[in-house]
Structures are given as C-alpha cells and as structure tokens.
Antibody, heavy 116, light 108 residues
Framework: QVQLVESGGGVVQPGRSLRLSCAAS????????MHWVRQAPGKGLEWVAV????????YYADSVKGRFTISRDNSKNTLYLQMNSLRVEDTAVYYC?????????WGQGTLVTVSS | SYELTQPPSVSVSPGQTARITCSGD??????TYWYQQKSGQAPVLVIY???KRPSGIPERISGSSSGTMVTLTISGAQVEDEADYYC???????????FGGGTKLTVL
C-alpha cells in the first residue's frame, strides 16, 4: 500500500535551517510529481511547493520562495524540503502529498515549530 | 498571487442541503478539487476534476462548476459530514497551486 512518511520536524530558532524528508513506498515514486503542503496550528491548508516527477521543474508559494528548496532522490524514493531563514510564521505541520487526481495520498505530517 | 475564496462557515440542520462555494478567476479553465478534513486528521479528497467522486465517497456529496465559481453540495447532510472543507486548484499558468481558505461545515 502507498505510504508517505515525513520526518525531520522539530523546534528551531528564527533564522535557522531545517530539512524535512518524506520516504515514499508502495508506488512508482519516480513517475509522480510531489508536493509539500503545510497547516499552521488552527489554520487552513497552504500549498508550499511542487517538484516534477524527474526533478526538472520546481514551483513555490510566494511565502516561501527564495527560502525553501524542494528536491527529490528517485533512487531513494525520498522527497526533501530544505527550509532556510525560518520565520515564526513558518510554524506548521508539513505534509508531503501526491495530489494527482485520484492518486491522492498524504503523509501523517511532521510538526515544525519556529520559536526563540 | 492567485487566491480562491470560500465562506468561513456554513451551518445546516441534519437532512438539509449544504452548499459551499469557491471562487477564483482561473476556475473556468482549471479543474477544482475538494478536500474534507476532520479534526486531527489528514485531508481526504471528496471531489476531483470539478464534479467527479472518488470511490468510497457517498453519493450525497457532489460538485459543480459555473464560470468563476465552483460549488460543493452535500445533500441530506449528516452529523458525520461536519468538517472543514477546502477547494484546491491552480492559477492560470498551471504551475502554482492554491487552497481556498477553508469552510467549516456545522451540522446540528
């Protein structure tokens, strides 16, 4: 069965960096684009970034552009999100997800807390 | 940046029809997806490509589209339908995705 397992969340000070990982299994990871979506405590869903199936294209929400980098290693079936210059407002649960029509799978999420 | 607009809340009595709208300039040209999220859980896809229902989603949940507005309709709403609902689509370039602000559906 399809599984997406995020890791790497935690508490970090403003201005610091953090890298999230998402381990995928149960499907052909290298044939699907992948997304990161976040949800701040008590708030709505916010799309963060997408990467093409082969890593050839990446697109970002304006709120993270220039600070976050999405990447993937198809040999390891793993998606990444490098988060630099973190701000308090980046505090959220971060989900990796497929979001491809009915091939719609989400991980359980990993909590990132940015606080001094 | 592109935005999708939803009402913050909708409230109906059990058995009534709930309608949740989502508006955006690119919606006439881009598909919309709807997600249901219950407290503490990951979102669940309930409508894809404007009006199609994934397997396992009750027939009382439907989607429709008209111009710059799409509508999620829950006919005969049940207490178990209480949740936050989000529309999701892309801007006109197709390269930036966006969620609506979410609508809290109360059935009581």
């Amino acid at each position: 069965q399809v599984q997406l397992v995020e890791s790497g969340g935690g508490v970090v000070q403003p201005g610091r960096s953090l890298r999230l990982s998402c381990a995928a299994s149960g499907f052909s990871f290298s044939t699907y684009g992948m997304h990161w979506v976040r949800q701040a405590p008590g708030k709505g869903l916010e799309w963060v970034a997408v990467i093409w199936y082969d890593g050839s294209n990446e697109y970002y929400a304006d709120s993270v552009k220039g600070r976050f980098t999405i990447s993937r290693d198809n040999s390891k079936n793993t998606l990444y999100l490098q988060m630099n210059s973190l701000r308090v407002e980046d505090t959220a649960v971060y989900y990796c997800a497929t979001l491809y029509s009915t091939f719609d799978w989400w991980g359980q999420g990993t909590l990132v807390t940015v606080s001094s | 940046s592109y935005e999708l607009t939803q009402p913050p809340s909708v409230s109906v009595s059990p058995g009534q029809t709930a309608r949740i709208t989502c508006s955006g300039d690119a919606l006439p040209k881009k598909y919309t997806y709807w997600y249901q999220q219950k407290s503490g859980q990951a979102p669940v896809l309930v409508i894809y490509e404007d009006s199609k229902r994934p397997s396992g989603i009750p027939e009382r949940i439907s989607g429709s589209s008209s111009g710059t507005m799409v509508t999620l309709t829950i006919s005969g709403a049940q207490v178990e339908d209480e949740a936050d609902y989000y529309c999701y689509s892309t801007d006109s370039s197709g390269n930036h995705w966006v969620f609506g602000g979410g609508t809290k559906l109360t059935v009581l």
